[in-house]
């Protein structure tokens, strides 16, 4: 049947899957989203991103629209369908269909809809890999912790980043600190080897790759802070990387036309990536606690 969706009950042909007009996701983006890496044929951290949907759900007050059980059969059934080893899968639940009105529909069920992509992930990377950041204000409303989809500040962000030759944005809060990457988490390694990433409140969305990658480091016996750092602490530091489900961990090599440290990939950023790369295989979902 090609490649398939899921929209509302029913698996279709991604081609030919449409939701209403006035679903209040494409009205008011009154609705929630996930995207979970899919490694080796099982999805990586998928505990952790199915907390963080319900806390999304529940700080909207959206209701679940099918069970936990039943969305992990589902989400399972589409990568069968769409017979994918490697890449990822997203999904999407808006509070429903109901005539444009800002306030909640009395009667409107949440809709789901969910798509897959095939992408293929490699835990190794070469000397002169590296992304470039560039910097930008940070636009967005005060609940960065629920995964909104609306991301008309990170569009507007990524866009920025892209015309100033950078592969992700970093966007700096109105006190000078970095608060997070427009589709991940911003991380340093200070001159004095201690890793540092914002903590998780209401002013990022808290990462489940970092969050991963946080116990990993301590494994490892790094020091971990979290905490916000500026640019400049940014500029100085000894390794600086992302983290995402979709690019797990990548070294940052440049932000705002400035090298970090000697311009290559940093140890512990590619040990870390390895290392989240052998964990995602191995299914062993670390523990995932919601910030008060
Ligand atoms: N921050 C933002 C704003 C994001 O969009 C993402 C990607 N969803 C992340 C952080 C990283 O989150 P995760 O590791 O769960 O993909």
């Not at 990433?197 to 808290?206: E, G, I, K, P």
Request: aromatic share 8%.
């Amino acid at each position: 049947m090609g490649r398939q969706a899921y929209v509302n009950g029913r698996f279709v042909r991604h081609a030919e899957a449409t939701v209403h007009i006035e679903d209040r996701g494409y009205q008011f983006a009154d609705g929630v989203y996930e995207v979970v890496t899919l490694l080796a044929g099982s999805f990586v951290d998928e505990a952790g991103h199915l907390a963080r949907l319900k806390h999304s759900l529940e700080e909207l007050r959206i209701a679940m629209p099918v069970s936990d059980a039943v969305l992990k059969l589902l989400m399972a059934e589409l990568i069968r369908r769409n017979n994918i080893r490697n890449g990822y899968l997203y999904l999407q639940i808006t509070r429903g269909v109901a005539p444009r009105d800002f306030k909640f529909p009395k009667k409107t069920r949440s809709a789901l809809v969910m798509t897959t992509r095939r992408q293929s992930f490699s835990p190794s990377l070469s000397d002169d890999a590296g992304i470039k950041v560039a910097s930008v204000p940070d636009i967005r409303w005060a609940r960065r912790d629920i995964k909104s989809i609306g991301l008309l500040a990170q569009v507007l962000a990524k866009q920025n980043a892209t015309e100033a030759g950078a592969f992700e944005a970093w966007m700096v809060d109105s006190d000078g600190f970095v608060t997070e990457g427009a589709s991940s988490n911003a991380w340093i390694l200070t001159k004095n080897g201690v890793l540092v990433t914002r903590q998780a409140d209401h002013s990022v969305l808290h990462g489940i790759t970092g969050n991963s990658i946080e116990y990993l480091a301590r494994e490892l016996g790094v020091k971990v802070e979290r905490r916000p750092f500026t640019l400049a602490e940014a500029f100085e530091a000894r390794e600086a990387f992302i983290t995402s489900a979709t690019t797990f961990c990548l070294p940052v090599i440049e932000i705002d036309g400035r090298t970090v440290a000697n311009g290559h990939p940093g140890e512990l950023t590619c040990n870390l990536r390895q290392h989240y790369f052998d964990y995602g295989q191995k299914r062993q979902d670390r523990p995932f606690a919601w910030p008060k």
